[in-house]
């Protein structure tokens, strides 16, 4: 079956401005949480929803942001974008919250440049 | 969160064991312990889980000591294809929250 996919995978913005990125869950899954990867930082946890809602949030700022539709597509949103935002965002997706014995599906990211 | 502890990096030889070891201290009772790896220019993939007894899968090994605090995740005969980076991390529903810390992990440098 088809994995995560993530849209799009390379893109360059400059400084004040805003991106959306989007991720598809594999069908059937119902979570989708977003990390960002940074050389300096690893990889840290953003957020996470599901069935539409979020459910936990990491220690970001509040220009980073994400929803999810009723089809467990994803999308996350970063407003006035800084230098420090260049990274891979990467989803997961897995087939529900609290799953602790469940795998995280991981899309191939997308490769955010800020300028 | 609980978080973990990892070694920035390790060496191997091809085809011969490899130990990754991981430091958990505070975990909780219900956290599960999971491993996952990253080839260059990929996302992570599931490699390993496992709550308290010792694990085995097609892909490696993953043995948890008796106070849960650390773990060690085995490659039984290291390939140039297992170089990559290793997380450990913590996945649990304790309290409601599941926020999985995974850090830098350790990068695997296999010698041929």
Redo the contacts between chains.
């Keep these: 079956k088809a994995g995560v996919t993530q849209t799009p995978r390379y893109l360059i913005k400059t400084r004040g401005q805003q991106v959306t990125l989007s991720c598809s869950p594999i069908s059937g899954h119902r979570s989708v949480s977003w990390y960002q990867q940074t050389p300096g930082q690893g990889l840290q946890f953003l957020f996470e929803y599901f069935s539409e809602t979020q459910r936990n949030k990491g220690n970001f700022p509040g220009r980073f942001s994400g929803r999810q539709f009723s089809n467990s597509r994803s999308e996350m949103n970063v407003s006035t974008l800084e230098l420090g935002d260049s990274a891979l965002y990467l989803c997961a997706s897995s087939l529900g919250p609290g799953d602790s014995t469940g795998e995280l599906f991981f899309g191939e990211g997308s490769r955010l440049t800020v300028l | 969160d609980a978080k973990t502890t990892q070694p920035n990096s390790m060496e191997s030889n091809e085809e011969e064991p490899v130990h990754l070891p991981c430091n958990h201290s505070t975990i909780s009772g219900?956290?599960?312990i999971?491993w996952?790896r990253q080839l260059p220019?990929?996302?992570?993939?599931?490699v390993i889980?496992g709550l308290t007894s010792n694990v085995n899968n097609r892909m490696a090994s993953l043995a948890i000591a008796e106070d849960r605090k650390s773990s060690t995740l085995i490659l039984h005969r290291a390939t140039l294809r297992d170089a990559a980076v290793y997380?450990c991390i913590l996945?649990?529903?304790s309290g409601?929250?599941?926020?999985?810390?995974?850090?830098?992990?350790t990068s695997l440098i296999v010698h041929p």
């Excluded at chain 2, 220019?41 to 599931?46: D, H, I, R, V």
């Excluded at chain 2, 409601?96 to 992990?105: A, E, L």
Aim: zero cysteines; charged letters at 15%; aromatic letters at 24%.
């Design positions: 219900t956290d599960y999971h996952y220019s990929q996302g992570p993939e599931y889980h997380y996945r649990g529903a409601g929250s599941y926020i999985p810390t995974f850090g830098r992990g």
